[in-house]
């Protein structure tokens, strides 16, 4: 149990353009889930943190008006970069959290590779 | 949250003991530690934690010293598909989020 789908997981996008990254939870509910950027050869970075229900809170540093945070139901949030640039290029991770679960409980999904042309 | 420091790079050969040490002078007292791997263009995967003393699973063990100011993640007898980074994380449970610090990138010579 405890599987985290992203999709797409490879995106290609025109400088100018929004995209839309899915991060679901596919046999469990997740009322929290995250969103970290990574670029190469680097570390993840938290971007912001989703709760079902209620606005995302962003770390320091991330545009809130850029990095579009939505999570709808206890399974789905996603994460829309709206005009990309190619500094957005990144991979892009989510995770999230069990209903009731504690800190080490997040489950990772795959990753999204998104490349700005 | 606690920072950590760990080696940024380690090689070992195939079919040896490898231990990745990771410092955590400031961590506090409800804090626990875990480490996560990466592989490249995956997400993260849970590998184990602790709060003191030692914890196995059937992946690996991790030994935590009586100050825990230090913990050491030990991979038995790796394999070429243990090349990967490792991540230390301590922090609290019932924190809500995580943050991963720079990792020890393990490369496992045949």
């Known amino acids: 149990g405890a599987v985290v789908s992203q999709h797409p997981s490879r995106v290609i996008c025109k400088s100018g353009t929004s995209v839309k990254i899915e991060c679901r939870s596919l046999d469990f509910q997740a009322t929290t889930m995250f969103w970290y950027r990574q670029f190469p050869k680097q570390s993840l970075m938290l971007m912001a943190t989703s709760n079902e229900g209620s606005k995302a809170t962003y770390e320091q540093g991330v545009e809130k008006d850029k990095f579009l945070i939505n999570h709808a139901s206890l399974t789905l949030s996603t994460l829309t970069v709206t005009s990309a640039h190619p500094e957005d290029s990144s991979f892009y991770i989510c995770s999230a959290r069990k209903r009731g679960g504690t800190f080490h409980e997040q489950y990772f999904g795959p990753g999204t590779r998104l490349t700005v042309t | ?110």
Request: charged share 15%; hydrophobic share 35%; net charge neutral.
């Open chain 2, 1 to 110: 949250l606690a920072k950590t420091t760990q080696p940024i790079s380690m090689d070992s050969y195939e079919g040896q003991e490898v231990n990745i040490t990771c410092s955590h002078n400031n961590i506090a007292t409800n804090d626990y530690i875990t480490w996560y791997q990466q592989f490249p263009s995956q997400g993260p995967r849970f590998i184990i934690q602790g709060y003191k003393t030692k914890v196995t699973n059937e992946v690996a063990s991790l030994f935590i010293p009586a100050d825990r100011k230090s913990s050491t993640l030990s991979l038995p007898r790796v394999s070429l598909s243990d090349t990967a980074v490792y991540y230390c994380l301590v922090g609290q449970t019932g924190a809500n989020n995580l943050f991963f610090g720079t990792g020890t990138r393990l490369t496992v010579i045949p």
